[in-house]
């Protein structure tokens, strides 16, 4: 796979945009734009309603159409907000150059945004910044698509071939049947796979979906007439008429969605330990260190994400012994201490990792971090326990406030852990890691009969 580079793009543009607005306010030497409230309040306006208009959600297939309209709602919605901030912050102050300012900045922007997109489309046509991808299916639309993708050299795409298990398909590019495409994805490195609905079933799209996701490929539906899209498909318009549904990315292959959780990890670990951990710190260091030898945190190598390994934190609440890394705690196991049992009892072993959260090895929600001599043991009894390792380690999760925490002791305990993992997973969203540690919190202060 190639590395993609389209995010880069993207905040080349961003940055170029933010170059103009600035520029223009020290072109026109007016005291009124040359000032540090009024660059910064442009410079966030237009981020932020950028956002919300998509305005550099531009793709390859985009049509000139699509990015005329970009244009005229994203300078639309800024020229309100540039109108509103002399009304609101400069009221009664006549202000010059008010028409100038807007007409070099949006004559700029069109032009370097033309410009922009007729250099990528040059870049392309020279066999640069391509996309590798395959079709799989044959039929009348699959026909259109790889028209496209021959004819259409500016967009992008290199067509390696399409599969079928039609026996009839006459086509020089015919590969082969569909259950040998997924050799053929791996080893030619193909980007993006595009699926015939008139010919793949539900349960194959299902299957080429899940591999398409574990291998970090791109996977389009081409529809037939009677094909609507649903919750989990964007449609998409490749020149005016051809129409594609794309499978949508999982939460956490979107930037935006790592950056908030990051955020909000970082944000919610500092108050933790600064109103929290500040003093339960001391005051349990001094408790465990009383009651028998050893260190007051208890450090153990975990798999966090993508399988790595980091050390995770936590208040030691065994008395040292050899088999902390090898054996689960059970119900009244000797190995607890006193203190350690009323830390198990209520969570508080677990604070520590606030700091592997700040650290960046961990999260505050997420599927819990196992031992990597258990890991392997798992990944024999649950299919898809891999995927577990696409996001951070979490302190709690979706499965600890499920009920499955603790010992586990048969296969079905760590089959509905995955399950609810992957749940988490597939459907996170702030507010779903919000209720997650207000049931975490009410859980300690309720109690759970597998605290142990």
């Known amino acids: 796979m190639k590395k993609r580079y389209s995010k880069y793009i993207r905040a080349l543009f961003l940055l170029l945009d933010l170059l103009v ?12 734009y040359i000032n540090i409230n009024f660059l910064i309040y442009i410079s966030v306006f237009w981020i932020v309603s950028s956002i919300f208009t998509r305005f550099y959600k531009i793709y390859r297939y985009t049509s000139v159409y699509k990015i005329i309209g970009l244009l005229l709602t994203q300078l639309l919605i800024f020229s309100l907000g540039y109108f509103a901030y002399f009304s609101i912050f400069r009221e009664g102050v006549v202000v010059n150059n008010q028409a100038k300012y807007l007409f070099l900045v949006s004559s700029l922007i069109i032009f370097f945004k033309f410009l922009g997109v007729y250099l990528l489309r040059k870049y392309r046509t ?111 318009y490749y020149g005016d008429s051809l129409r594609i549904l794309k499978v949508k990315k999982m939460p956490f292959e979107l930037m935006e969605s790592k950056a908030i959780k990051r955020i909000f990890d970082i944000a919610f670990s500092i108050v933790v330990c600064i109103f929290v951990l500040s003093w339960l710190y001391p005051l349990l260091f001094v408790l465990i260190k009383l009651e028998s030898r050893g260190p007051a945190i208890f450090k153990q190598i975990r798999e966090g994400l993508h399988g790595g390994e980091f050390v995770c934190y936590k208040f030691r609440s065994m008395y040292l012994n050899d088999a ?48 990597e001599r258990l890991a392997q043991e798992y990944q024999k009894d649950v299919d898809n326990y891999i995927e577990r390792h696409n996001v951070k380690p979490g302190i709690t999760g ?55």
């Open 21 to 32: 607005l600035n520029l223009i306010s020290f072109f026109l030497k007016d005291n009124e």
């Open 126 to 236: 020279s066999g640069k910044n391509y996309r590798k991808v395959i079709v799989l299916g044959s039929d009348n639309s699959t026909k259109k698509i790889i028209e496209l993708f021959k004819n259409e050299k500016e967009l992008g795409y290199i067509y390696f071939g399409l599969f079928s298990d039609r026996k009839t398909v006459q086509d020089t590019s015919f590969l082969g049947k569909i259950e040998n495409s997924f050799d053929y994805i791996v080893k030619n490195g193909i980007d993006e796979i595009y699926c015939s609905l008139s010919e793949l079933n539900e349960t194959t799209i299902k299957k080429i979906t899940q591999f398409a996701s574990k291998n970090n490929r791109v996977v389009k539906l081409i529809p037939n007439a009677n094909e609507l899209s649903n919750k989990n498909r964007v449609t998409e």
């Open 324 to 371: 902390a890394d090898k054996v689960h705690t059970r119900k009244n196991d000797t190995r607890v201490t006193k203190v350690g049992a009323f830390l198990r009892r209520t969570s508080l072993d677990e604070f520590p990792q606030f700091f592997n959260v700040l650290y960046g090895s961990m999260s505050v929600v997420g599927p819990r971090p196992h031992l």
């Open 398 to 452: 979706l499965a600890q406030v499920s009920g499955y925490r603790g010992e586990i002791r048969k296969k079905a305990d760590i089959k509905n852990r995955v399950r609810l993992d992957i749940f988490y997973i597939e459907n996170w969203s702030l507010a779903l890691d919000l209720k997650i540690i207000i049931k975490t919190i009410f859980n300690i202060f309720k109690g759970d009969e597998k605290a142990y």
